[in-house]
């Protein structure tokens, strides 16, 4: 198999075998010429560590394909033959870019500070389709130097030693046992088509319940119907909701947007945060607004929809990415366009399990 | 004054294609005189003599005539433990450890032992004496006490580089690595994807991504296909030690 540097900018052949002197020298030739300094990434215990697989990172339907009907050797064999044909972006693509986005700024106003995302690369894959994915990353430009490629192995415990604040990947599975570790994460989806989404302001879109908040309410809503839970929600709204496996990742989101308005940047902050939640404002969405009060948290846009669909509205928003935990939202979501994560918490997931159990194949290494 | 004494319990490996593991008595014995029954605990080396028996067993289940096998010789290297000899044996056959040869030797003349029996990978849990044998050409490694040791026998390669003076001599010790790297790659190859009973972790410190892309491809120019790469850009190595649970950790020759 050649050994085509083509992407990375070197012709140097390293077939012989080298000593130090050579592995460092391949090293340099290897550099993509970038006219500035590579900025380091940040200790792991500043930054905001979001952990994305590769299937979400990059298209990989094609080898998923390959994975899923010839084997895994017939993958592996596909991945090597074709290691200098970057992927194609991915649903988290757009969102990661944002990221950087944001990084950029804030290295710009904070300059010694290592509050920034960092991203890391974090999949399930053999090592033997390494090449492949930092050829990409290097192809695309992404500033992603952390990566986990554990061989069939559960990421899980890397995802803990890594202090991760948010992970995303295409399989459910994995998403949920991150959940069960106390790790804010969701699977994420490919829209038929995406929208286009902005380039220098990163957009969080939150549902409500059994995200930001816990499930209680919904529990309410399940078990005795809406006009209880309407009740329920007047009753009791003055006591706050307990928290839902993403209100850390709207916490480091919040804390962020505060460094931009610490140096003037309210009315154009490069982080923009929205709750589009079936709640009303007028009957249950009381309650919402003054448990994030109280919780410290603001949130740029609420938006209480009384139960229409979602879609329309994130259409009109355009986030990098949305989390609810019902699959009818994520749907309805993904056929506007709009790059949508389950998060597959509280009691809106039992029957999702059932059908799961049902109709559960296996999946390739993301 | 050594000695090397054949297992004839064990059937003798094929010298000329078997990669040979010395590991000290020290690491897989328990220390101190046995316990009255003339048998000694089980020491901190034990997962790994376990998980390179698997290996072989697994290589001869996929060709009975395979000849690159893991040849383990149990090698004393202080006059204490020279003077064992029968407790280190009888401990040996108690346990049915698969060890072709033992070596007695003391402080002054181990490494004379080592090169003798053609050692390619020298284990011991006493950093001194896996550096001395370093320095001396023979590629090793330190033992340490493992957490919820893996069935499956884990190598992890460090692959970063390790500040050299820019003359001198390439170490004869990191020859040994590129050696026994490619032995290692060939053994790999015996097995597939899935179910492999031995993995290969290669861990970049700093750098990034470029550094771990360079490891993996001079491994690769070397014969050896990596499972597992893990990146660190900076971040600490002893959270994600406690996740991949190597047996031993190469440093290309070098011991860091």
Redesign the interface.
Do not use: D, V
């Given at each position: 198999m050649s050994?085509n540097n083509s992407l990375?900018g070197s012709g140097q052949d390293?077939?012989?075998?080298?000593?130090?002197?050579q592995?460092?020298d391949?090293?340099t030739a290897?550099?993509p010429s970038t006219p500035s300094r590579?900025p380091?990434?940040p200790?792991?215990e500043n930054a905001i560590t979001i952990g994305v697989s590769a299937r979400v990172l990059f298209n990989m339907e094609k080898e998923q394909h390959i994975y899923e009907q010839q084997g895994?050797?017939s993958y592996?064999k596909y991945q090597v033959e074709h290691e200098t044909q970057p992927f194609s972006p991915g649903p988290a693509f757009s969102f990661v870019k944002a990221l950087e986005a944001v990084n950029t700024q804030l290295r710009e106003l904070y300059p010694e500070s290592e509050e920034l995302f960092d991203v890391v690369l974090m999949t399930q894959n053999?090592?033997?389709v390494?090449?492949r994915l930092?050829n990409t990353?290097?192809h695309h430009q992404l500033f992603?130097?952390?990566?986990?490629?554990?061989?069939?192995?559960s990421p899980i415990?890397?995802l803990k030693?890594?202090h991760t604040d948010l992970y995303l990947s295409a399989d459910p599975v994995k998403v949920r046992e991150a959940l069960e570790e106390g790790i804010a994460a969701a699977t994420m989806f490919t829209p038929e088509k995406m929208a286009e989404v902005s380039e220098t302001q990163l957009r969080v879109a939150f549902d409500g319940d059994a995200v930001l908040f816990s499930d209680e309410s919904e529990r309410i809503y399940k078990a005795h119907g809406l006009d209880k839970f309407f009740e329920h929600e007047k009753a009791h709204e003055n006591k706050l909701l307990d928290h839902g496996p993403l209100k850390g990742f709207l916490e480091v989101l919040g804390k962020l947007q505060k460094k931009f308005y610490g140096k003037g940047q309210r009315m154009d902050c490069p982080i923009r945060t929205y709750l589009v939640t079936a709640r009303s404002a007028a009957s249950s969405g009381t309650r919402a607004l003054k448990t994030l009060r109280s919780w410290g948290l603001e949130i740029d846009e609420a938006l209480f929809l009384a139960g229409a669909p979602k879609g329309p509205m994130l259409e009109k928003i355009r986030p990098h990415i949305f989390f609810d935990d019902q699959m009818f939202h994520i749907e309805g979501a993904a056929e506007m366009g709009t790059v949508a994560c389950h998060v597959p918490y509280g009691i809106g997931q039992r029957v999702i399990k059932r059908e799961m159990n049902d109709k559960e194949t296996s999946s390739a290494p993301k | 004054m050594t000695s090397t004494i054949r297992n004839t319990d064990v059937k003798q490996k094929d010298a000329e294609h078997a990669v040979v593991v010395a590991v000290t008595t020290r690491a897989v014995f328990e220390s101190g005189a046995d316990d009255g029954d003339g048998l000694h605990g089980m020491g901190v080396a034990f997962p790994l003599l376990q998980a390179l028996q698997r290996v072989n067993k697994r290589l001869l289940e996929e060709n009975p005539a395979e000849s690159l096998l893991f040849d383990v010789v149990l090698i004393t290297t202080d006059s204490q433990q020279q003077q064992q000899s029968s407790s280190i044996t009888s401990s040996t056959r108690h346990y049915g450890l698969e060890v072709g040869r033992f070596c007695f030797s003391s402080q002054e003349d181990f490494i004379e032992s080592l090169l003798k029996n053609d050692v390619q990978l020298f284990l011991s849990t006493d950093r001194n004496e896996a550096l001395q044998a370093s320095q001396k050409g023979v590629l090793s490694a330190v033992l340490d006490q493992q957490v919820a040791p893996s069935e499956q026998l884990r190598v992890m390669l460090c692959g970063d580089a390790v500040v050299r003076p820019d003359t001198g001599p390439v170490p004869e010790s990191q020859q040994a690595a590129q050696s026994f790297s490619a032995r290692l790659g060939s053994m790999r190859r015996r097995f597939g994807m899935l179910d492999s009973p031995l993995s290969i972790v290669l861990v970049t410190s700093s750098g990034g991504r470029e550094s771990c892309s360079v490891a993996l491809r001079t491994l690769r120019s070397r014969g050896l296909s990596v499972d597992e790469a893990y990146s660190l850009a900076g971040a600490p190595r002893s959270p994600i030690l406690s996740v991949l649970r190597p047996h031993f950790l190469l440093s290309d020759g070098v011991i860091d």
């Open positions: 050994q990375t390293l077939t012989s075998s080298g000593n130090r002197a592995w460092e391949a090293r290897l550099k590579k380091k990434p200790k792991t895994m050797e592996i053999h090592a033997h390494g090449l930092i990353i290097n992603i130097e952390r990566f986990c490629m554990t061989g069939g192995n415990g890397y030693a890594y | -």
